[in-house]
């Protein structure tokens, strides 16, 4: 029998020591413990491969109105450990299927003063660590505000960081690279100029954070299965170099509103000593339910262009007439309003769209615009509340429709809420149902400005419980849904795969505001991308805004080869071609990748990373034996160095290198560009040269 019992133990990976409780990965990876300090205040620790990697630190919530807190005073009455290991397919990813196996303790407090009982749940995997609080159904705890959740990170060293600064309503900034000593600093000017609640610390940063030690072991913070609870953030104290979660608070400032039995999401740690691995994790998708939509084939990856790049740049316009009284008045008559001449969602420029899409075998068209409202939203009022079924008179939905079906394309749905939710839940059923009747599946949603009623955050409790209501309704009616400036994403598409994508980070558009650094998309992948797929619209072949509009002196800050590789590294079963097809046209031999490239995968290799440097990955297209190759590249020149052992042995392939010419640079020549053709098998290798802000993309396709 004492065989038999510690057996058990070693199969569970789980000791006890006095008040210590012990947990280690299934391969023994990380080994992290639990423990109860003297006072009662539980507190963890996480170490990898022997080195600590997060030190001693403390656990609980801070309760608002009550005389004690679940902070301290508590005993551990029970432990559970177990261990989990599947195997599940994705409706669409990066891979075909994902091994969810982690070891697990669950350990019950109870707070001797109040009898209060919370559970903390850790979650150990060979990729990192989560844990979430739990509150089971109890006399003593059922209705309770949270005034701070007090879950800390303490680091071992000063490290380099990968950062944007702590908002609660957007996350559309570009990283800073800086040692964690030297955020306060850096930080103070976004802070005081562009944060748009004041009262966050000018330490605080958002989520998924990106760290490296001095030992080159990297370090992701983030959290999974963010469901009735708010945003969290990290607050540093930067003398003791300790982050502490930091909730995004409703418009009373709490930070959320629980009534037990209930549980908080996960909060993840994901660590490595090799980058490529922070990128191929799936920690956080494991955190996250199985999918709870039965049927899924009517999800499905799509590529797409769109008229939207146009009025990015401001070429065209999103709203059909200047005539702001129009609508001020409630009057739905157009016929006495004046076209303003630069509407892009009119009859003539959506086929034009069509046709092009249908050409080059693009799915759909997304077009925006298309609806009453957008006068009075940039003309008068930022609050406005818009129309989803009525649209503009140069816009026929039913014959565009027809039009597009022709040609078997589909038209993506645009619903700008403008903030006002409310409103935009009382007319979903009727929004969806209008896109059933008319053939729509997919819909573009968008939350520019302040969230009405107003003095609601962007990423509160309140807001983020609309965000999961629209797409569990969206479900309802079978439509995919790619949410922009909503919550930025926590592996909630595995449990709602009709989730396809989302902005939630700083994407294509701002290269039309001014530009984002060069090395942007190389931290990408390490920070948004780790919990889920990014519209991030990639594709523009015209670096030079003014081209397309004289008054946008803005400049894209990429080549044209960074653009077609961001195709395989920024992955998303939703991918744009986001120029438009003048300017596609003058560079056919190179939007002949955009054409061929996939957008669903069966494998995918990381062939080497460093964040805000370089990431170069292959990837399988999904039911072939076709294989793809993006590199994306930062400021300063490199070549990469290919090994094409990932390939099918006996196979022979054709690869297509378009590649940065040698004088390539971002900003003074970004449409240099080479294309040639090699043949190669799983035993050829390559250079292959990058330039600033540059990279290369490769086809591989089977020869048969």
Known sequence: MKNLFFASLILFAFSTVAKAQQLKSPEGKFVMEFSLQNDGTPTYNLKYKNNEVVKTSKLGLELKDDKKSLLNDFTITDTKTSTFDETWKPVWGEVDHIRNHYNELAVTLNQKSTDRQIVIRFRLFDDGLGFRYEFPAQKNLTYFVIKEERSQFAMTGDHTAFWIPGDYDTQEYDYTKSKLSEIRGLSQKAYTSNVSQKSFSPTGVQTSLMLKTADGIYINLHEAALIDYSCMHLNLDDKNLVFESWLTPDAKGNKGHMQAPNHSPWRTIIVSDDAREILASKMTYNLNDPSKIENTSWIKPVKYVGVWWEMITGKSSWSYTNDFPTVQLGVSDFSKAKPNGTHG????????????????????????????????????????????????????????????????????????????????????????????????????????????????????????????????????????????????????????????????????????????????????????????????????????????????????????????????????????????????????DAFQFIKDVAVDWSESKYIEAEPGDFITVARKAKGTNNWFVGNVNGETPRTSNIDFSFLEKGKKYTATIYADAKDAHYKTNPQAYTIKKIAVTNKSKLSQFSAPGGGYAISIIETK
Request: proline share 5%; charged share 20%; glycine share 8%.
């Open 345 to 588: 969602a009119n009859n003539a420029n959506v086929k034009k769209y069509i046709d092009f899409a249908a050409a080059n075998g693009f799915d759909a068209v997304l077009v925006e615009g298309w609806n009453e409202g957008w006068e009075d939203w940039f003309g008068h009022s930022k609050d406005y509340v818009f129309d989803f079924l009525t649209p503009y008179p140069d816009f026929d939905v039913k014959g565009l429709h027809e039009y597009a079906k022709s040609k078997g394309v589909k038209i993506i749905m645009h619903h700008e809420t403008s903030g006002s939710v409310r409103n935009y839940e009382r007319h979903m059923d009727a929004a969806y149902k209008f896109m059933n009747d008319n053939g729509y599946d997919a819909v573009k949603s968008g939350y520019v400005g302040n969230i009405l009623p107003r003095g609601e955050n962007h990423y509160s409790q309140w807001i983020v419980n609309h965000y999961q209501y629209a797409i569990e309704k969206a479900a309802d009616y079978k439509i995919m849904v790619n949410a922009h400036e909503a919550v930025r994403p926590t592996g909630i598409a595995r449990t709602y795969p009709n989730l396809i994508g989302n902005e939630a980070a700083r994407g294509t558009e701002y290269q039309a505001f001014g530009g984002s650094k060069p090395n942007h998309v190389t931290v990408l992948p390490f920070t948004r991308l780790i919990g889920g797929p990014m519209d991030y619209t990639p594709g523009i072949f015209e670096m030079d805004i003014s081209k397309m509009n004289p008054d946008n002196k803005s400049h894209v800050n990429s080549t044209i080869c960074n653009q077609l590789a961001l195709y395989v590294t920024m992955y998303s079963p939703l991918q744009m071609a986001a120029d438009t097809p003048e300017n596609y046209n003058r560079f056919p």
